[in-house]
């Protein structure tokens, strides 16, 4: 739906919070507009610098991400990537600085898009609407086919033309807490197996996985727990017969679409968004040529 602000929600925007409030009652330069969706929240404020940034505001955007899920962050400058380095440090290790991540990320090209996602010279990647447009691209976490979790996703829009698809979120929390118990007995203890959709198949390029991750998973930090899969790199579940693995994963992606609370996000301009990586997934519809859609991808925040 498009990000548009009911009376109702709009008439409570004066007394919105946008994190917990906190016993000793701190305040920040930071100001929370609520979204017309089941979870996210507007942040304005936020200020970029080359240094550390302020704890305080890192403590309190921590909050508000564990709360609300997605922070649109609106109405600041673009960082450069230094700028942003320095600020998403404040959160974890840099994805980029990460072995995972170094070998992820530096397959993109500064000459050719994959996958349309081309190598920024200035730093960073983005994501660019070729001349014969996007392909769908399903509903997934951002490196789920690599080892080490991704916990923050980030995207900036550089430009969003008219027509172009938006960008939908899921949460993947609710989807776990709704589950049937004995659905949840018979995941508990369960391997998802991965694969990179950049390679070919195992009949192809012989091999187990590229990944393993439990199908209920916790998150590293919090704890909370989610269904941690990928429409397109979930190849199988270990301990199930093929079968009984197509049916299972077929089952939770019925189950998901029919249960996970569910946003659409048509871009502003210079909107950034921050997202839980390990509970929330993304995904887009595909989009026909001769659209303008570039995002800026930030490699993100990885488990510590």
Request: hydrophobic content about 35%.
């Amino acid at each position: 739906m498009p990000q548009t602000l009911t009376a109702t929600r709009t008439a409570g925007i004066a007394g919105f919070s946008g994190c917990n409030p906190t016993q000793d009652r701190r305040t920040t330069r930071l100001a929370y507009e609520p979204l017309d969706a089941p979870f996210g929240v507007v942040v304005r404020g936020v200020e970029w610098s080359d240094g550390p940034p302020d704890p305080q505001i890192v403590d309190e955007l921590r909050r508000a991400m564990r709360r609300h899920l997605l922070l649109v962050l609106r109405g600041q400058r673009s960082p450069n990537h230094d700028e942003a380095n320095a600020f998403w440090r404040g959160f974890g290790p840099l994805v980029m600085e990460t072995p995972d991540g170094q070998f992820h990320y530096n397959r993109f090209s500064t000459e050719k898009a994959v996958n349309n996602v081309m190598r920024n010279k200035a730093g960073g990647n983005l994501v660019v609407a070729g001349d014969d447009g996007m392909v769908e691209l399903g509903w997934h976490q951002d490196q789920s086919h690599k080892p080490q979790f991704k916990t923050i996703s980030l995207l900036e829009n550089v430009t969003f033309g008219e027509g172009a698809v938006p960008t939908a979120f899921r949460d993947m929390y609710t989807v776990c807490e709704l589950l049937p118990r004995e659905v949840r007995a018979k995941l508990e203890g369960k391997q998802g197996i991965f694969l990179d959709p950049r390679l070919p198949l195992p009949d192809k390029l012989p091999r187990l996985c590229d990944a393993m991750h439990p199908v209920i998973s916790s998150h590293p930090e919090s704890g909370r727990r989610a269904v941690f899969g990928s429409d397109w790199t979930t190849y199988r579940i270990a301990g199930m017969s093929e079968a009984e693995s197509a049916e299972t994963l077929a089952w939770l992606r019925d189950f998901a679409l029919a249960n996970a609370p569910y946003y659409e996000h048509f871009w502003q301009e210079g909107d950034i968004c921050v997202w839980d990586n390990f509970g929330v997934q993304h995904r887009r519809d595909p989009q026909p040529p001769g659209i303008e859609r570039t995002m800026r991808l930030f490699e993100g925040v990885a488990e510590s």
